[in-house]
């Protein structure tokens, strides 16, 4: 008989296994030279029936059979089909009452028939592996499990099979660790320290039994395996700045630890493909740079309670761990999207805690909460190995329109990431939420805003604020900001995660071949600063775009840099394709006085764009391509306005006799020699006209009801035009 080797994808349901461990054998025999057509039972669990209750086949073996007698439906009954005259090769169900089966996963079978493995060892049977192999043309070939490991590991440990029947691929060589490296025998990189002389890798499975020694593996680089069991007694560590990815399954009877610096630096990361099992513990260990400042956080385990936040100094108490309310109703409605409104938010932030008296209060996994302590901290939360997060997150996200500018003040969610490991914002599509993240980083005491790949050229560094290309990482236990645009679900796969050395903070599609322009501007002073990005792209609006633009999340401690656009403040303002006859308001404000400075840190504008800067408070005008504007702020917490265009030329031409002024939302004209009635347009930043009017009087009065920003005014007056930019305030 030709030999042929069948590759099988081997799925095992613990449905099927028990009811072939019931059988023992297969309950059916026969077949002719033109299949497997009618055989007697051999086993009387269907006595009623005294026949085999499936029909087909034809001279190739046993191929589409079909079920006649639905009174066995609930039996053990083999309802597969499949096979060729070469055996039985990939087996479907064809009967939908076994549905919850999914594929065959048991083997065998030749030209003679159907010949079938049967369950040789019943420890296995909760591990979705197929354990058995067999088959052979005289009917069953029994082989017996080679590697009791089987228990923990997620493939087929187990080799066997004949040419005239079912070929097993045997399993990949299984490396014990034995920690008897003369120098160092922790290390996990050293195969010395292995059974086989070899390093593990992402095809090989890996046990870690009990040693007298105590000299288990610890992992200090990046290191990959296939299944991964760690024993009763025994232990892996993945040290800070380290990381593993087991592509199989693991499973922990032991303790698995995972290490974080003693600084804000990259904790050791951990990515399971596989399902986690285990009755072992896992420690995950995180430092938080808190001495005075806050850090966003979450918390891995669902075991976690506010104690852990609050009751580091007993008997003194730490009321300073708070959640974000996003349902809060700012009283009375904010008149604007400025900075002292956005300064009402901080009464949404509420306490996580029940007070110095009060029980202590369970912390969800993926909530974010915001920390601040007399000194800095590490924690190590510990819990079973199986609460270790290994499914796609699902945050059920609020939008609550409650205050007036609702799509500025409401929606925001504070989520975590509860993974070992980080998470790639650019990795999935967003739903229900703004394509921007926004965090904190307590080291800068800055908020870093990352609006993912939408609409740009993959890091070409306009979409993101106050961070670099490694902002789009989200770090393990990392908590973050989410503008949700209604109420329902926002999902992070489990695919995103990755392994990143992005340090712990204190998608639309990416639009390919289309040219950004593009600039940045920096705001400093002697300990701290800020960012704002102006962008110019043909797919952008001038509205607020949730897949291009970040709203400016004002940080109430120091200054904020940032543009206005329809009476929004933004970090990220995305802008239609550029024209030099723009106008771009931007704003300043801080909370301390002192000497600041604004100058251009990033420009990607089209090769000669002039960039000026325009102080409307003293008429000043800067170059920033030659030179850094310079500000004595003296009133804190006062808002600095700035225009920021590309064409000199547009200056306040004013003609004699003619005065154009603005107050609030009122524009002015000034006309004594008005000899016959004139007319007025005005434009907004991009050029549109947005109102025209007569004159007919020497002292002109127009009321204006548009967003608050820059305006062009043109006036034709005894045959002179006149043009004057102006600043309309609604408030």
Same mark, same amino acid.
């Given at each position: 008989m030709k030999k042929m080797k069948f590759k099988i994808k081997v799925i095992l349901f613990?449905?099927?296994?028990?009811? $072939?461990?019931?059988?023992?054998?297969?309950?059916?025999?026969?077949?002719?030279?033109?299949?497997?057509? =009618?055989?007697?039972?051999?086993?009387?669990?269907?006595?009623?029936?005294s026949l085999n209750p499936?029909?087909?086949?034809?001279?190739?073996?046993?191929?589409?059979?079909?079920?006649?007698?639905?009174?066995?439906?609930?039996?053990?009954?083999?309802?597969?089909?499949?096979?060729?005259?070469?055996?039985?090769?990939?087996?479907?169900?064809?009967?939908?009452?076994?549905?919850?089966?999914g594929e065959n996963p048991f083997v065998g079978g030749d030209s003679d028939g159907f010949s079938i493995s049967y369950i040789t060892n019943i420890i296995c049977i909760s591990n979705g592996i197929n354990p058995y192999l067999g088959g052979s043309n005289a009917g069953f070939s029994i082989f017996e499990?080679?590697? *009791?490991?089987?228990?923990?590991?997620?493939?087929?440990?187990?080799?066997?099979?004949i040419g005239d029947g079912f070929f097993a691929t045997p399993n990949s060589t299984s490396f014990f660790w034995q920690g008897d490296d003369l120098i160092s025998p922790t290390d996990w990189s050293?195969?010395?320290?292995?059974?086989?002389?070899? =390093?593990?890798?992402f095809s090989t499975n890996v046990t870690i039994p009990f040693l007298a020694s105590g000299n288990f593996p610890i992992i200090s680089s990046s290191e990959n395996t296939k299944c991964l069991n760690i024993n009763t007694n025994a232990s892996l560590t993945v040290n800070q700045n380290s990381d593993l990815t087991v592509f199989g399954g693991l499973n922990c009877d032991g303790?698995?630890?995972?290490?974080?610096?003693? %600084?804000?630096?990259?904790?050791?990361?951990?990515?399971?493909?596989?399902?986690?099992?285990?009755?072992?513990?896992?420690?995950?260990?995180?430092y938080y740079t808190v001495n005075n400042r806050w850090q966003y956080t979450t918390v891995p385990?669902?075991?976690?309670?506010?104690?852990? *936040?609050?009751?580091?100094?007993?008997?003194?108490?730490?009321?300073?761990?708070?959640?974000? %309310?996003?349902? *809060?109703?700012?009283?009375?409605?904010?008149?604007g999207a400025i900075y002292?409104?956005?300064?009402?938010?901080?009464?949404?932030?509420?306490?996580?805690?029940?007070?110095?008296?009060?029980?202590?209060?369970?912390?969800?996994?993926?909530?974010?909460?915001? +920390?601040?302590?007399?000194?800095?901290?590490?924690?190590?939360?510990?819990?079973? $190995?199986?609460?270790?997060?290994?499914?796609?997150?699902?945050?059920?996200?609020? +939008?609550?329109?409650?205050?007036? %500018?609702?799509?500025?003040?409401?929606?925001?969610?504070?989520?975590?990431?509860?993974?070992?490991?980080?998470?790639?914002?650019?990795?999935?599509?967003?739903?229900?939420?703004?394509?921007?993240?926004? +965090?904190?980083?307590g080291n800068k005491k800055q908020y870093v805003y990352y609006n993912g790949t939408g609409g740009t050229q993959a890091d070409d560094g306009s979409n993101v604020v106050n961070g670099d290309a490694n902002s789009r990482y989200i770090p393990s236990l990392q908590a973050f900001f989410v503008k949700a645009t209604q109420n329902g679900n926002f999902t992070i796969p489990l695919h995103a995660r990755e392994h990143s050395n992005q340090n712990f903070w204190k998608k639309s599609d990416k639009i390919a071949d289309i040219d950004i322009s593009y600039l940045k501007l920096s705001l400093t002073d002697i300990s701290t600063s800020d960012e704002l990005s102006i962008r110019f792209f043909e797919t952008a609006t001038t509205d607020f775009d949730n897949d291009f633009d970040a709203y400016k999340v004002f940080n109430t401690l120091n200054s904020n840099i940032f543009s206005i656009n329809n009476d929004i403040s933004l970090a990220i303002n995305s802008l239609p394709q550029f024209d030099t006859s723009m106008v771009i308001p931007v704003g300043f404000i801080s909370q301390q006085k002192g000497n600041f400075e604004i100058k251009l840190k990033t420009n990607k504008m089209p090769s000669g764009t002039n960039i000026y800067l325009k102080d409307l408070k003293t008429n000043q005008v800067i170059d920033l391509n030659v030179e850094t504007y310079r500000?004595? +702020?003296?009133?804190?917490?006062?808002?600095?306005?700035?225009?920021?265009?590309?064409?000199?030329?547009?200056?306040?031409?004013?003609?004699? %006799?003619?005065?154009?002024?603005?107050?609030?939302?009122?524009?002015?004209?000034?006309?004594?020699?008005?000899?016959?009635?004139?007319? $007025?347009? $005005?434009?907004d930043i991009i050029g549109q006209l947005v109102l025209t009017d007569e004159i007919t009087s020497t002292n002109s009065e127009i009321s204006t009801y548009f967003s608050t920003g820059i305006y062009f005014v043109k006036t034709l007056i005894n045959n002179k035009v006149t043009y004057k930019r102006v600043y309309l305030n609604r408030f």
């Open positions: 613990l449905c099927i296994i028990n009811l $072939v461990s019931k059988i023992g054998f297969s309950q059916y025999f026969g077949g002719y030279g033109d299949g497997h057509l =009618v055989g007697y039972i051999n086993n009387t669990s269907c006595i009623t029936n499936f029909i087909g086949g034809n001279s190739d073996g046993f191929s589409y059979s079909e079920k006649i007698f639905s009174d066995c439906a609930t039996s053990v009954l083999n309802p597969f089909t499949g096979g060729n005259s070469s055996g039985y090769n990939f087996s479907s169900l064809v009967n939908t009452s076994c549905i919850i089966f499990i080679l590697n *009791f490991s089987c228990s923990p590991i997620t493939a087929n440990p187990f080799a066997g099979g050293l195969s010395t320290n292995w059974s086989t002389d070899l =390093v593990p890798d303790i698995l630890n995972i290490k974080s610096p003693l %600084n804000s630096g990259s904790s050791g990361s951990l990515i399971v493909e596989g399902s986690i099992l285990g009755s072992g513990t896992a420690n995950i260990q995180r385990f669902s075991n976690i309670n506010s104690d852990r *936040f609050t009751k580091n100094s007993m008997p003194y108490f730490n009321a300073n761990f708070y959640k974000y %309310n996003e349902t *809060f109703d700012l009283n009375p409605d904010p008149s002292s409104n956005w300064n009402l938010l901080s009464a949404a932030w509420q306490f996580a805690h029940n007070g110095s008296g009060g029980s202590a209060l369970p912390l969800t996994k993926g909530t974010g909460y915001i +920390y601040l302590d007399e000194t800095n901290r590490i924690f190590t939360f510990s819990n079973v $190995v199986t609460d270790i997060s290994n499914s796609d997150l699902v945050f059920p996200l609020t +939008y609550s329109p409650n205050d007036l %500018n609702s799509n500025y003040f409401d929606g925001w969610n504070l989520i975590g990431n509860p993974y070992p490991s980080a998470i790639d914002w650019d990795a999935f599509a967003k739903n229900n939420i703004q394509n921007t993240v926004y +965090y904190w980083d500000l004595d +702020y003296q009133t804190a917490a006062e808002t600095y306005n700035f225009e920021l265009f590309f064409n000199k030329k547009i200056t306040d031409e004013e003609f004699e %006799n003619v005065n154009i002024y603005t107050y609030g939302s009122t524009i002015y004209i000034q006309c004594p020699e008005l000899a016959q009635a004139g007319n $007025v347009y $005005v434009f």
